[in-house]
């Protein structure tokens, strides 16, 4: 009822009236749209896409992207967090009014991020000045990645997989979720990060003046965005259309799901993402005819993102596979997923393994400061080196292409953790970094085969 009183007054002011007040802090236009699901009442829907509308060609107010009306944007300019809101608005009415010119323009933006302005953790506005997007391919090794922009890449990931139904932007969901998002929060919950560093002196006070985890902030938006995200995320793991499944996250638990031929109840259960074994099991009493669409993930597919900003450096181990009810599955995908069609009873198996071994990350030339650099992953989990687990300067390592990192499950550490060792070098999870005390940290590693690695500054 408040929120209904809430939006009625703003319709007033800004339909009726006339008043074309442009929201300075993009984020309204999201939570019109689910009134307008909730209620089925049009005015809502109206007034979001107005909010949007009324952004027009201010040319020095990139900064709130109203530099530009919004059906004319092509690239994720100014501050990330405001933007990555609009950007999930504008997904939202593209879905729901089929304008081609909103789904032109958000798809235009969503390329120039996925293929220019990403790091390689899934967090977004790396740009200190104003908590931004910087200019394509301005991807520093000390990155702003505000933890807020992290979960509003989520959700705009989120809605273009719904706009579109291909698993390439829940590759993106899954690595701001586990990399970008994960390491703005303790371990215990209690502490946080507001930017999200990839390389840490172990003395700045990078974060907001703090150097390591702080409790609380002056602009506590991270905190209480957190609070509120954390609870939502099983939400994100499947997805139903008519008699389709979609199966997006891999994480333990039972969904009960409601096709348009029945209900369909499946119990996953894995380690991920420590483990790549993901078994999932019908368990409903009637017999329910539907597609079940299984995500691939990228990172086993050669293609750590959507684009070509970052590509593996070393060869792959494994490929995926998959059996149904103990016979293999041809691996045919299609936008991502492979398609099993039956009538499913109870008790019917689908085994998925992925390759869980580490790789190596390198981002492509344009990129400058990641020349002569290389980072590792393991799965979906981008890995960092923490003065406090080795004896040598982790700022001044260096990792060949050639090295092998061996793999280890270390249960009393950091909450249990995969842990990978190599080069002389400790590797922990990224999002775990900085709970065991403040120190040295790097994402990003010299590797010394290259020529150009002698000359690379390392800001």
Known sequence: EVALRNADLIYDVCIV??????????????GLVKLYRVTG????????????????????DAYSQAHLPVTQQREAVGHAVRANYMYSAMADVAALTDDPAYLQAVDAIWENVAGRKLSITGGVGASHRGEAYGKNYELPNHPYNETCAAIANVY???????????????DVLERSLYNGVMSGLSLDGTL?????????DG?????????????WFNCSCCPSNLSRFVPSVAGYAYAVRDGEVFVNLFMNGEANLQTGNGALTLVQRSRYPWEGKIEMEVMNDAATEAKIHVRIPGWALERPVPSDLFTYADEQAAEPSMQLNGKSVQMDLSNGYVTLE?????????Q????????????????????????????????????????????EASIGTSSVFGARYEPGMLGGVIVLEGEGLTLVPYYAWANRGAGKMNVWFRRPELDNFQGQTYP
Not at 342 to 350: A, P
């Open 17 to 30: 009236q006339g008043n074309a007040y442009v929201p300075g802090h993009q984020e309204i236009e999201i």
């Open 192 to 200: 946080f990060f507001y930017p999200n560093t990839l390389r840490h």
């Open 203 to 215: 003395v700045s006070g990078f974060n907001q003046g703090v150097n390591g985890r702080s409790p």
């Open 41 to 60: 009442d049009e005015r809502y829907l109206e007034l979001a896409k107005h909010l949007l509308d009324i952004r027009s060609d201010q040319k020095d």
């Open 156 to 170: 705009w990931n989120h809605r273009m997989f719904l706009l579109h139904g291909d698993s390439k932007y829940v």
């Open 352 to 395: 998925l393994e992925l390759p869980m071994v580490a790789r190596k990350v390198i981002a492509m030339d344009s990129v400058a400061e990641k020349r002569g650099l290389v980072a590792i992953q393991y799965g979906p989990l981008v890995y960092c080196a923490e003065e406090i687990d080795n004896s040598r300067d982790v700022l």
């Open 342 to 350: 039956r009538t499913w009873n109870k008790g019917d198996v689908i």
